[in-house]
């Protein structure tokens, strides 16, 4: 094509004939053309080693650093991982086609919903080629075509696992547009995919901040995304102080990097002085810096004292704010104000209070005794995800094949006319 928007519009084009024809698939045509892919992708383990390793280079040329290049890396075990994953995808139930709240009205006719794909999806996202084999199998197991745009960082990978992509989409006798990676590498073509009402229904974008700002602020396409996970643990009064340590310091310490690690701690002022220095203790073997309030610094010697910005930050690093409470009606009013309704979780004995927490605190995910890094498709049983969406409009929190689908009404009749 002669320039960047013809280009997205052929794609665009073929994305939505696509989408149609997947309407008639069934359950097993969708399954049968996930196995091959994973197959294929098994036997091209050479292929997709060398073509990352191009990119692997030429990041180090650019002077990419240590973390983006780990995203990077195609190993051995993400690629296991990754093909796995298209199997776990078509071991899943289909949601599509399924019909719930069935009922027979006074006039004779039937009334129910029924599961139906959204159309097109366009998936924007970053680094990680393994990206592109999550999306494209949980876009078409739940009825969608996709139109993926990886980083230009990851570009020889990701052509390698669009080849394929599309030989597995070819050998269950599928048309190779119903997943389609782009290939240009010019940021010109997430401006236009954003954009391209009619012929993409919604727009995923996986990524760092910069990245979900200009997605949400430039799109005339729906947008399903968050931005930050400042994710807070409150450990009340009535908490069980060993559920509480536990807690805390797995849902800070086991992985620093993910939007749903715990980035402030509030505590209840009648626990601050027993329970702080105990977590102060076994976050030291974990290099992980402490800010916190006045209060809490009078506790800990060791805390340094926390800025206004530090109760809105997500850092995403071994730095945690710690903010001493009055009661919960403070925790709750400090988690509405700075946190990113993202994941939240209260420690407590008390079921009052616990069922007033998940009801008061306005998060996509809102949890009682339990890690927040449990914010996750897999862990929640949707089997996978393809983000974790902070909206309060159709998907809410990890966005799994449902959050894919949407539902329209159906009414059965047996020649019924309105009176």
Known sequence: ????????????????????????LDTADKNRALMLTADILDAARETLVSANQRDLDAGRAKGLDAALLDRLALTPARIDSMIEGVRQVAALPDPVGEV????????????????VPLGVIGIIYESRPNVTVEAASLCLKSGNASILRGGSEAIESNRAIAACLKQGLVQAGLPESLVQVVETTDRAA?????????????????GGKSLIERVSREARVPVIKHLDGICHVYIDAMADDD???????????HRYGTCNTMETLLVHETKAAT?????????AEHQVELRGCPRTLSILSQAKPATSEDWDTEYLAPILAIRVVADMNEAIEHINQHGSHHTDSIVTENYTLARRFLREVDSSSVMVNASTRFADGFEYGLG????????KLHARGPVGLEGLTSQKYIVLGDGQVRQ
């Open 100 to 115: 719930t709240d069935l009922h027979r009205l006074n006039s004779g006719i039937e009334v129910g919903k029924m599961r």
């Open 243 to 253: 559920k509480a340590i536990a807690i805390a310091l797995n849902a800070k310490t």
């Open 1 to 24: 094509m002669d320039t960047v928007e013809d280009y997205m519009r052929q794609l665009g084009e073929e994305a939505r004939r696509a989408s149609r024809l997947l309407t008639k």
């Open 275 to 283: 329970i702080l220095p105990q977590l102060a203790e076994a976050y």
């Open 190 to 206: 997430v401006g236009e995919l954003i954009t391209m009402t009619e012929y993409v229904d919604v727009i995923v974008p996986r």
């Open 384 to 391: 996978a995800e393809i983000g974790i969406s902070t909206d």
